[in-house]
């Protein structure tokens, strides 16, 4: 198992001062089976095993705390079936204004386990706690903006293999089907019993839908050769109803509703085979097929375009630096914007070039904007999880800024936070060699995993970029603005600096203002702009 699926599992909750319980992440619900409804608002003791009179937070860990803002070491916790979870914890401390400790963020992690080994040894989750994951998984779906899939599996012919093997041992060829199927799923995947011979599988995070069907064959091939159970050799088939989150239901409940009534389908013609709630999945696929092959055409025709949107100190309110946005001027359908051709790029290899363009055009419209007078700008490039990996990335970067003369230390690369947590030890290897050529670097949509808060302090950073998804709420829901504000203690603590996308009204500014956010990109200031407009708004904030 390697190191992305443990972080990508980890358990996450967030305590004020006296160890009340405020937040949960839907891994700390997988792993402890408790849900936001069961511990909000509750001392963290509920979850803590603790000896008679021990409090929350041990001296040696408080001490800790105090000195250095963060703290590890093993901790015991009570799973809701009361069984007990012995696991690593590291726990850091949030300030507020004056100084003082307001807020604990913990994360926890069973040793070389994920939640869905954890699952496998112990108790696997049943309807009830599946949909709560579920619950929590579409809105995480929601906020991300990605897609997620639920698979409804029915064991076919079950009832005629349990009289003929007995109850006894068909319960443990249930028990022989799940550990196969589990084998055959990501760390934060989830798989879950219904009750008789079905299961569910929660695949969060899909690339794009047809990735659900691939997991399915998959499930379906492990199960090809023969169980040996009381004394017999047994083959099972499945039939699978597959529904994918957005299009095919709206909560836990619509999505489960349809993935039955497929799973029913497929028993209806047959049995062993899949379907999916929507016939769109095909439309999908031709869809793709079509993108890619104006994508290519795109480029020789040279249809992409950088937009910039501005990046204001929040003390001075002059632009500090900008975000270079790729568009698509297609000559029939006009702007495409990215979230449609972005990820088949990074599927068909496509975002390789059109990623090197980006940097390049990027660097070069910077340097004309410095030799024209408006200087003093750090161009922000976003680096998709393709191009990281690139083993030539080094070299393109610096043969880039050799041949547009920009300075390494006006360009800002900003990675993803699941980018950087998909191999730790080579993640910490590259951003070190990019620091050292002297570029800034910036973890951007942070706070929508939490997945590397506990290897912050080893990365050579700058800067952390939160999340809109976090901003869009943080007056009206204390949930946001507490996460927000942690967020932000945490930088300054580790002595970064903070920047907030997604700033739309003046409410919003003077919160991030008066929680010593340092710097603010948002409608409210400018929408991304064409080279040309970009200048003249620089030009006039900042009195050039």
Same mark, same amino acid.
């Given at each position: 198992?390697?190191?992305?699926?443990?972080?990508?599992?980890?358990?996450?909750?967030?305590?004020?001062?006296?160890?009340?319980?405020?937040?949960?992440?839907?891994?700390?619900?997988?792993?402890?089976?408790?849900?936001?409804?069961?511990?909000?608002?509750?001392?963290?003791?509920?979850?803590?095993?603790?000896?008679?009179?021990?409090?929350?937070?041990?001296?040696?860990?408080?001490?800790?705390?105090?000195?250095?803002?963060? #703290?590890?070491?093993?901790?015991?916790?009570?799973?809701?079936?009361?069984?007990?979870? &012995?696991?690593?914890?590291?726990? &850091?401390?949030?300030?507020?204004?004056?100084?003082?400790?307001?807020?604990?963020?913990?994360?926890?992690?069973?040793?070389?386990?994920?939640?869905?080994?954890?699952?496998?040894?112990?108790?696997?989750?049943?309807?009830?706690?599946?949909?709560?994951?579920?619950?929590?998984?579409?809105?995480?779906?929601?906020?991300?903006?990605?897609?997620?899939?639920?698979?409804? %599996?029915?064991?076919?012919?079950?009832?005629?293999?349990?009289?003929?093997?007995?109850?006894?041992?068909?319960?443990?060829?249930?028990?022989?089907?799940?550990?196969?199927?589990?084998?055959?799923?990501?760390?934060?995947?989830?798989?879950?019993?219904?009750?008789?011979?079905?299961?569910?599988?929660?695949?969060?995070?899909?690339?794009?839908?047809?990735?659900?069907?691939?997991?399915?064959?998959?499930?379906?091939?492990?199960?090809?050769?023969?169980?040996?159970?009381?004394? @017999?050799? $047994?083959? $099972?088939?499945?039939?699978?109803?597959?529904?994918?989150?957005?299009?095919?239901?709206?909560?836990?409940?619509?999505?489960?509703?349809?993935?039955?009534?497929?799973?029913?389908?497929?028993?209806?013609?047959?049995?062993?085979?899949?379907?999916?709630?929507?016939?769109?999945? @095909?439309?999908?696929?031709?869809?793709?097929?079509?993108?890619?092959?104006?994508?290519?055409?795109?480029?020789?025709?040279?249809?992409?375009?950088?937009?910039? @949107?501005?990046?204001?100190?929040?003390?001075?309110?002059?632009?500090?630096?900008?975000?270079?946005?790729?568009? #698509?001027?297609?000559?029939?359908?006009?702007?495409?914007?990215?979230?449609?051709?972005?990820?088949?790029?990074?599927?068909?290899?496509?975002?390789?070039?059109?990623?090197? #363009?980006? %940097?390049?055009?990027?660097?070069?419209?910077?340097?004309?904007?410095?030799?024209?007078?408006?200087?003093? !700008?750090?161009?922000? $490039?976003?680096?998709?999880?393709?191009?990281?990996?690139?083993?030539?990335? =080094?070299?393109?970067?610096?043969?880039?800024?050799?041949?547009?003369?920009?300075?390494?230390?006006?360009?800002?690369?900003?990675?993803?936070?699941?980018?950087?947590?998909?191999?730790?030890?080579?993640?910490?290897? &590259?951003?070190?060699?990019?620091?050292?050529?002297?570029?800034?670097?910036?973890?951007?949509?942070?706070?929508?995993?939490?997945?590397?808060?506990?290897? =912050?302090?080893?990365?050579?950073?700058?800067?952390?970029?939160?999340?809109?998804?976090?901003?869009?709420?943080?007056?009206?829901?204390?949930?946001?603005?507490?996460?927000?504000?942690?967020?932000?203690? !945490?930088?300054?603590? =580790?002595?970064?600096?903070?920047?907030?996308?997604?700033?739309?009204? $003046?409410?919003?500014?003077? #919160?991030?203002?008066?929680?010593?956010?340092?710097?603010?990109?948002?409608?409210?200031?400018?929408?991304?702009?064409?080279?040309?407009?970009?200048?003249?708004?620089?030009?006039?904030?900042?009195?050039?």
């Amino acid at each position: 198992m390697n190191s992305a699926h443990v972080s990508d599992s980890a358990a996450v909750l967030l305590t004020d001062s006296n160890s009340t319980i405020i937040r949960i992440n839907p891994a700390f619900t997988a792993l402890t089976g408790f849900t936001a409804d069961d511990v909000v608002g509750q001392s963290s003791e509920k979850i803590y095993l603790l000896a008679e009179n021990e409090p929350s937070h041990s001296s040696v860990e408080l001490e800790a705390l105090k000195h250095h803002g963060i #703290w590890s070491g093993a901790i015991s916790l009570k799973h809701a079936n009361g069984e007990i979870i &012995v696991g690593v914890q590291t726990t &850091v401390s949030i300030e507020n204004a004056q100084g003082e400790i307001s807020h604990f963020i913990h994360i926890i992690q069973p040793p070389e386990v994920t939640a869905k080994e954890y699952h496998q040894k112990t108790q696997m989750p049943n309807r009830q706690l599946f949909k709560e994951v579920l619950s929590q998984e579409l809105k995480n779906a929601q906020r991300k903006k990605t897609k997620l899939g639920v698979l409804l %599996i029915d064991v076919d012919h079950f009832k005629v293999i349990n009289n003929f093997l007995g109850f006894e041992k068909g319960d443990e060829l249930l028990q022989m089907i799940s550990e196969r199927l589990n084998e055959q799923l990501r760390g934060n995947d989830l798989l879950a019993s219904l009750g008789s011979n079905q299961f569910a599988v929660l695949l969060p995070e899909l690339a794009h839908p047809e990735d659900a069907s691939t997991v399915t064959r998959k499930l379906m091939q492990t199960l090809e050769s023969p169980f040996h159970v009381g004394g @017999q050799d $047994v083959v $099972v088939t499945l039939s699978t109803g597959i529904v994918i989150f957005p299009g095919d239901g709206e909560d836990s409940e619509s999505l489960l509703q349809h993935a039955e009534k497929s799973m029913y389908n497929v028993k209806a013609e047959g049995r062993n085979g899949y379907q999916f709630f929507e016939a769109s999945i @095909q439309n999908s696929a031709l869809n793709r097929l079509s993108m890619e092959s104006e994508m290519r055409k795109a480029i020789e025709r040279e249809e992409f375009v950088l937009f910039y @949107q501005p990046q204001i100190d929040i003390e001075s309110g002059l632009v500090v630096g900008m975000e270079s946005l790729i568009r #698509w001027m297609h000559p029939e359908k006009g702007m495409v914007p990215p979230f449609h051709f972005i990820p088949i790029a990074e599927e068909t290899g496509l975002i390789g070039p059109i990623g090197e #363009w980006v %940097i390049y055009e990027a660097c070069r419209q910077t340097k004309a904007w410095q030799e024209a007078g408006v200087g003093g !700008l750090k161009i922000a $490039v976003n680096l998709s999880g393709r191009q990281f990996t690139d083993r030539q990335l =080094l070299e393109k970067i610096a043969k880039t800024l050799e041949q547009t003369g920009l300075m390494p230390g006006d360009l800002e690369l900003e990675i993803t936070e699941s980018t950087i947590m998909n191999d730790i030890e080579s993640t910490i290897k &590259v951003l070190e060699k990019l620091s050292e050529m002297g570029m800034a670097l910036a973890i951007d949509d942070f706070g929508t995993g939490y997945s590397s808060l506990s290897y =912050l302090k080893r990365f050579p950073i700058n800067k952390l970029k939160i999340d809109k998804s976090f901003i869009d709420d943080v007056i009206t829901s204390e949930d946001d603005a507490t996460i927000v504000a942690a967020i932000i203690g !945490l930088s300054h603590n =580790l002595k970064l600096n903070v920047i907030c996308e997604g700033v739309e009204d $003046v409410d919003q500014l003077n #919160w991030l203002k008066e929680n010593k956010c340092n710097e603010i990109q948002g409608y409210y200031f400018s929408k991304p702009l064409p080279a040309d407009e970009f200048e003249a708004f620089v030009r006039e904030r900042n009195g050039l």
